[in-house]
């Protein structure tokens, strides 16, 4: 089975998106799946990766569509997945499409004027969408877009992979009395600034909030820190390794994803499974991961006070062994990645009539 996955990017260190293809292509080998990854924009191809990756455009759509079985195109409003599906659909090739996240924070004109277009052919279109939780479809039902091809496969872990990123070593404790982290880009959409104002919240004083990543929000969150008078409690520490992010989160007291909007959040599922106990905010992509595991330490979006105090009831508690059972079980390519392979199959199935149409019609 040859399967295309199309993005913008294709960066796993950084990119989420990118995480999860890869997550999932590296299980879908052991299934048979033969992959390449499309993107614009790619990072050096890991040594152990079992699909090819490869620099393109608009240009190489058509070629890479015609070597495949199926085209598997991701992201929300993205103009190359959008190209991908039209450029298959004329080779009759099969198409999946996860979107993973709607964000509707910027630019809602220009947004709601895709949606009624490239992404409503795009969702109607597609043999099998592929969303992150529930909630998801029931954002698309409610801006009139169609929901008939969803199927939900939650974002995923590799948890061997994760597993085996815990140093032999314990790990230094981070300083801070609590020591709170975070793991992941430094956005707006993330609500660091919320983690940033608890700290000058009593009982919290002598806390400190390590911020693990990049991006273009940091600037402002120094200054944040500065105006709150908690700079020397809040450290950058910048794009880290797997391995080196894992380390810091293995010795902080407790992670915090404080964010108005997620897909499916893997750096909860990371830190779950690992034991480290997490704070989230209360919105449908992190209650997603919460409610099915059974972990409960969640605050209502955007209420600092009620972040503070969060912090000061769950830092440092243990995280029950049903719970990081629950995220293995649910939340991990090993479990999850048969759902989509099968999904590719029967689209093949379905699909091998017209393709033989459309090679014949192509024929001199």
Excluded at 72 to 97: D, L, M, Q, T
């Amino acid at each position: 089975m040859r399967v295309l996955h199309v993005y913008k990017e294709f960066h796993p260190d950084a990119s989420g998106v990118a995480r999860h293809i890869d997550g999932f292509l590296r299980s879908a080998a052991r299934l048979g799946v033969k992959a390449t990854i499309l993107a614009p924009s790619i990072a050096p191809q890991a040594a152990d990766a079992p699909y090819a990756v490869r620099r393109g455009g608009l240009r190489a759509l058509a070629a890479a569509v015609a070597a495949a079985d199926v085209v598997h195109v991701h992201g929300a409003r993205v103009p190359i997945a959008a190209a991908a599906a039209a450029v298959a659909r004329g080779f009759g090739r099969p198409v999946a499409y996860t979107p993973h996240c709607y964000y509707d924070d910027r630019r809602r004109a220009a947004k709601w004027l895709w949606d009624q277009g490239p992404e409503r052919a795009l969702l109607a279109g597609a043999g099998a969408v592929f969303l992150l939780d529930t909630a998801w479809r029931d954002y698309l039902a409610g801006r009139g877009l169609p929901t008939g091809r969803c199927r939900i496969v939650p974002n995923c872990i590799l948890a061997a992979a994760v597993a085996m990123r815990r140093p032999d070593l314990a790990p230094a404790r981070l300083a801070g009395c609590p020591s709170l982290i975070s793991i992941g880009r430094l956005d707006p959409v993330k609500r660091l600034d919320d983690a940033i104002a608890a700290l000058s919240l009593p009982g919290l004083e002598t806390a400190v909030l390590h911020l693990v990543g990049r991006g273009n929000d940091q600037p402002r969150l120094e200054q944040l820190a500065i105006a709150a008078g908690v700079a020397g409690r809040v450290v950058f520490h910048g794009w880290l390794d797997d391995d080196e992010a894992t380390a810091l989160l293995l010795g902080a007291d407790l992670a915090l994803l404080p964010s108005e909007r997620e897909g499916m959040p893997t750096a909860m599922l990371e830190a779950l499974l690992l034991g480290v106990p997490i704070l989230a905010s209360d919105i449908p992509g992190n209650r997603a991961v919460a409610d099915p595991t059974g972990w409960t330490a969640l605050h209502p979006l955007a209420d600092v006070a009620a972040l503070a105090e969060g912090i000061r009831s769950h830092a440092g508690r243990a995280v029950p062994p049903d719970v990081r059972a629950a995220v293995a079980g649910r939340f991990s390519w090993e479990a999850r990645a048969p759902d989509i392979v099968g999904v590719y199959a029967e689209m093949i199935a379905q699909a091998r009539p017209i393709a033989k149409l459309v090679r014949r019609n192509l024929r001199p």
